[in-house]
T-cell receptor, first 112, second 119 residues
Framework: KQEVTQIPAALSVPEGENLVLNCSFT??????LQWFRQDPGKGLTSLLL?????REQTSGRLNASLDKSSGRSTLYIAASQPGDSATYLC???????????FGQGTELSVKP | GAVVSQHPSWVICKSGTSVKIECRSL??????MFWYRQFPKQSLMLMAT?????????EQGVEKDKFLINHASLTLSTLTVTSAHPEDSSFYIC???????????????FGEGSRLTVL
């Protein structure tokens, strides 16, 4: 069964800290992996998309890495800010037209 | 990125009524859209894949007669919750893939979600 797991489920850090969110998937034959941000009661905002042939993607203070062989991805957030508080979801796809399989998310709280 | 819009963003209805939620791709044509359901503090559960001009493909356990999906054009898919009951109360989110974005990267874009409360 293809499953996605995110650890930790919740994380609280003081402002300014660098932090890492983890995502693991059981079947390593992914097509791509996508990280999303979800604010309470809102839809999803795509943060980073990593193709299976890529090792990492960067956008501003965000860096996502992918290690297919070990079935893992990490989202690194540098110099965290209170505005980064949200739930972060990772999702994998196993073919171009296939569905996204989501993890449970990590609820991040950055304290001023 | 591409923009996907949902309407309404929230709706309250009486038990037994039907509710329609619209999902539109505003600046691209989407041959495929996806409908998800999300319970509080939980992740997204795929309900069905909506294909333009053909029948939707439902995930196992999702009642197709309960959740009617219509994808009549390349920019619009609708989800109708028929004879809604309190257990249908949830957050419904649609997504669409822009096939021209980034050279077929397959990136998905999501709507803002629609919160349904059935009394």
């Amino acid at each position: 069964k293809q499953e996605v797991t995110q650890i930790p489920a919740a994380l609280s850090v003081p402002e300014g800290e660098n932090l890492v969110l983890n995502c693991s998937f059981t079947d390593s034959a992914i097509y791509n992996l996508q990280w999303f941000r979800q604010d309470p009661g809102k839809g999803l905002t795509s943060l980073l998309l990593i193709q299976s042939s890529q090792r990492e993607q960067t956008s501003g203070r965000l860096n996502a890495s992918l290690d297919k062989s070990s079935g893992r991805s990490t989202l690194y957030i540098a110099a965290s800010q209170p505005g980064d508080s949200a739930t972060y979801l990772c999702a994998v796809r196993y073919n171009q037209g296939g569905k996204l399989i989501f993890g449970q998310g990590t609820e991040l709280s950055v304290k001023p | 990125g591409a923009v996907v819009s949902q309407h309404p963003s929230w709706v309250i209805c009486k038990s037994g009524t039907s509710v329609k939620i619209e999902c539109r791709s505003l600046d691209f044509q989407a041959t495929t859209m996806f409908w998800y359901r999300q319970f509080p503090k939980q992740s997204l559960m795929l309900m069905a894949t909506s294909n333009e001009g053909s029948k939707a493909t439902y995930e196992q356990g999702v009642e197709k007669d309960k959740f009617l999906i219509n994808h009549a054009s390349l920019t619009l898919s609708t989800l109708t919750v028929t004879s809604a009951h309190p257990e249908d109360s949830s957050f419904y989110i649609c997504s669409a893939r822009d096939p021209l974005a980034g050279g077929f990267t397959g990136e998905l874009f999501f709507g803002e979600g629609s919160r349904l409360t059935v009394l």
